[in-house]
């Protein structure tokens, strides 16, 4: 009877386990979607403090710049071009410190008579935005505020403007104007890249204008209704894109799209919302059946261990006996497992160990290659430099010889001359020597500011003879003053192997010329090095930067000069490339971060609508 029994309560036992684990899964999975919904929430909650706060830092400009007297003079007489110029000049200084996208003036129809970026391509000037909402709400008495895609600039911005009135009649009489400035939230899509979650940022027409997934921008969240296309296309809010729902995108690229967060932002009706990841939530409700399914395991374990037991116990010194087998059994395996812990923690230890004194022996490597590299080139440069010291040499001698000669004639002006001629021979071979000392002293990693004008200068001090004794022109045009963050020593030895290979390069060339440009691109400085020889040849264009890679004949080079420059450059966050220019010959181009203080320089100071 009781064997009859036991299949029965075994299917009951292992059915009331199932439902306890999926009833935790639930209560599981329940309490993850609230707290990933909370910190959904608390997260949404500061990215729109922080959304608000850039907007209503710039709500008041518009309307403190309409009380400017220029902007009323110019509004009454839009042709007077001195008062144009004034103003634009004017609007592009306050553009420049608020750090805004553009400041413009427009008309009481719409045209644009005023702009911060009249010398940029994309000038508003004598551009009608009368079809705009924010010019509308405006030029009627109130606040305009619209987001949407700049029909001349293609770009999407945030819009606020206010109406320009009549000078001492503000809010008595029709605007006679409207003065308006675009904003740029650009940068949050950047901030919200470091969310593994999708967020959106949503007009009142439900359409995605920001978001850190970009398949879902200018998308909807469902599809639009017949008025709000309408509104839209009236608008060109979004430049006449054709708006299609989220849900018509392939399933990879809509991806975390569903359920979601959603906040409240601004004054337009906007919709911050946040899309927490179903993926975690099924992932800790796994975890927490899991870990029930193992204490149940464990109970189930507990119960037919005792139950063992009790047969055991029955069966007396049976049973005694082989629960002591199964004790020192499991001391053993345990004793095992500690001893291959152990075993395994020491391994472990020792290749850490490995991997730092590998770690170590590399940088060292790295620094003598570097330096052996200096010392190569300071062997290639020393015939140059000996002649360059002797011609001082053998002038001091002359020099001096004549001065002896005047003092006995009693000629002692014309022997002073001669010491000053002996004095600036023996400077110049004081600065020559010293430079090349500086050059040949190893460098200790350390980071500084880099005069990018002052290492072309160096470089080109060491290499002045040679280039002279091969008949080379070298040109340097140095078109603005740059620092960058680096090692000055290093750039240098970069500049001294790039110009010698450039000399190298035009030997027997019919144009024997290499040129040095430096100039600014953006927030990175650009030098390039350009010789008029036979260019880089095809086969060799893929290996240029590996290491002992060399076209040169035997004895002129080891091929380590472009791979230790390109690690240098790299090491500095740059990069080092080359390429024929389309004019004969090669060029390398070397493009550096520039230090931060020149970077910001001139922040703030974007164009376009």
């Given amino acids: 009877m009781a064997s009859s029994k036991r299949p029965a309560l075994i299917i009951a036992a292992l059915a009331c386990a199932a439902a306890l684990v999926f009833g935790v899964y639930l209560i599981a999975a329940g309490k993850a979607r609230s707290d990933i919904r909370a910190a959904g929430d608390r997260q949404l909650q500061i990215i729109a403090l922080d959304l608000e706060s850039v907007l209503e830092k710039y709500e008041s400009l518009p309307f403190a710049l309409a009380f400017h007297p220029d902007i009323a003079q110019l509004?009454?007489?839009?042709?007077?071009?001195?008062?144009i110029a004034r103003l634009n000049l004017t609007l592009q200084t306050v553009q420049v410190q608020s750090r805004v996208s553009a400041i413009y003036l427009m008309d009481r129809d719409g045209n644009t008579l005023a702009s911060s970026n009249w010398d940029q391509p994309t000038s508003f000037v004598d551009k009608n935005f009368g079809f705009r909402p924010y010019f509308r709400d405006a030029i009627s008495g109130s606040a305009g505020r619209f987001y949407g895609i700049g029909s001349v600039t293609s770009e999407p911005a945030y819009f606020i403007a206010q109406p320009v009135y009549p000078p001492g009649m503000h809010g008595n009489a029709a605007p006679i104007g409207v003065i308006a400035v675009r904003i740029s939230l650009s940068d949050f899509e950047q901030t919200w890249q470091s969310s593994e979650d999708p967020i959106a940022l949503v007009d009142d027409s439900g359409v995605v204008f920001l978001s850190n997934r970009p398949q879902?921008?200018?998308?909807?969240?469902?599809?639009?209704?017949?008025?709000?296309?309408?509104?839209?296309?009236?608008?060109l809010q979004y430049a006449g894109q054709a708006i299609q729902p989220i849900s018509s995108l392939p399933k990879a690229q809509r991806a975390g799209f569903g359920e979601y967060v959603g906040k409240p932002v601004a004054r337009l009706g906007w919709q911050l919302m946040l899309f927490p990841s179903q993926a975690r939530v099924v992932r800790i409700a796994t975890s927490a059946a899991l870990v029930a399914t193992l204490l149940l395991a464990a109970v189930a374990l507990s119960l037919w261990a005792a139950y063992q037991r009790r047969r055991r116990l029955e069966e007396r010194l049976a049973s005694r006996k082989a629960l002591q087998q199964a004790a020192e059994d499991l001391d053993r395996k345990i004793a095992q497992r500690t001893q291959e812990l152990l075993e395994a923690n020491r391994r472990i230890e020792t290749k850490y160990a490995t991997l730092k004194e590998t770690e170590q022996l590399l940088r060292s490597t790295q620094t003598?290659?570097?330096?052996?590299?200096?010392?190569?080139?300071?062997?290639?440069?020393?015939?140059?430099?000996?002649?360059?010291?002797?011609?001082?040499?053998?002038?001091?001698?002359?020099?001096?010889?004549?001065?002896?000669?005047?003092?006995?004639r009693g000629q002692a002006e014309k022997a002073g001359e001669n010491l000053t001629h002996i004095s600036a021979a023996a400077a110049r071979m004081g600065a020559i020597i010293g430079q090349l000392k500086g050059f040949a002293r190893?460098?200790?990693?350390?980071?500084?500011?880099?005069?990018?004008?002052?290492?072309?200068?160096?470089?080109?001090?060491?290499?002045?003879?040679?280039?002279?004794?091969?008949?080379?022109?070298?040109?340097?045009?140095?078109?603005?003053?740059?620092?960058?963050?680096?090692?000055s020593v290093r750039m240098e030895q970069v500049l001294i192997n790039l110009l010698r290979n450039a000399l190298d390069a035009v030997e027997g060339a019919p144009m024997r010329k290499v040129t040095i440009t430096l100039e600014r691109d953006g927030e990175e400085a650009v030098l390039r090095i350009r010789d008029w020889g036979a260019g880089i040849p095809d086969q060799v264009a893929p290996h240029l930067f590996e290491p002992f890679?060399?076209?040169?004949?035997?004895?002129?080079?080891?091929?380590?000069?472009?791979?230790?420059?390109?690690?240098?450059?790299?090491?500095?966050n740059g990069q080092l490339t080359a390429y024929n220019h389309p004019e004969g010959g090669a060029e390398f181009a070397m493009r550096l971060p520039l230090a931060p203080a020149l970077t910001h320089s001139d922040g703030g100071k974007i164009a376009g609508d």
Avoid: C
Avoid at 75 to 83: E, G, K, Q, S, V
Avoid at 221 to 234: E, T
Avoid at 387 to 405: G, S, Y
Avoid at 448 to 477: C, K, P, Y
């Fill in 75 to 83: 509004l009454a007489h839009p042709d007077d071009r001195a008062m």
């Fill in 216 to 235: 879902w921008r200018y998308r909807s969240l469902k599809p639009l209704g017949d008025a709000a296309r309408k509104n839209l296309a009236g608008t």
């Fill in 368 to 408: 003598e290659l570097v330096q052996a590299g200096k010392l190569a080139l300071l062997g290639q440069m020393a015939a140059g430099m000996t002649h360059e010291l002797n011609q001082p040499l053998a002038a001091i001698r002359a020099f001096a010889d004549n001065a002896v000669t005047f003092l006995h």
């Fill in 442 to 487: 190893k460098s200790h990693d350390t980071v500084s500011m880099v005069d990018l004008t002052q290492s072309i200068q160096a470089s080109t001090l060491l290499l002045e003879n040679e280039f002279h004794r091969h008949g080379v022109a070298l040109e340097a045009d140095i078109r603005e003053p740059l620092q960058v963050v680096g090692d």
């Fill in 549 to 572: 890679y060399t076209t040169k004949p035997s004895g002129k080079g080891l091929g380590l000069g472009l791979a230790i420059s390109s690690s240098i450059v790299q090491a500095m």
